[in-house]
């Protein structure tokens, strides 16, 4: 299933005029409040109520497991929960780019572009 996520940004990406790169959508995104290594210390984080999380701590925060799901709703703004704080941006107000089809148990579902390659992106910082 990995793989074939992978494998459709690729191809997906190959069609658009520029290329989307999950680490460019980080930085230009999430950096400013998560830092550079998505540990949480950015110079947007100082301004803030309540300190980012460490995006590197997902997977183990979560048994091990990197909840892709949880983490393109967080960043889309659809999930919303007890902890989270309002300073989050929701990123899918805006542009997320063209989307691509990802199948999960043979049910296709459309993903923006960005948000996929960002989900991605933070799966690979996981500590």
Not at 85 to 97: I, K, R, T
Request: charged letters at 15%; glycine letters at 12%.
């Amino acid at each position: 299933m990995r793989y074939f996520i992978v494998l459709a940004v690729l191809g997906l990406a190959a069609c658009v005029e520029e290329p989307i790169d999950g680490r460019t959508a980080y930085m230009e995104n999430c950096a400013s409040c998560h830092g550079a290594d998505g540990t949480g210390g950015g110079a947007a984080a100082r301004n803030l109520a309540v300190a980012p999380p460490d995006l590197t701590t997902i997977a183990a925060r979560n048994g091990g497991a990197f909840p892709t799901n949880q983490v393109m709703s967080t960043i889309d703004g659809l999930d919303r929960g007890a902890h989270f704080s309002v300073a989050m941006p929701e990123f899918g107000a805006g542009d997320l780019g063209e989307t691509v089809i990802v199948e999960n148990d043979g049910l296709g579902t459309p993903v923006p572009m960005k948000l996929l390659v960002l989900t991605e992106y933070l799966q690979s910082i996981q500590q």
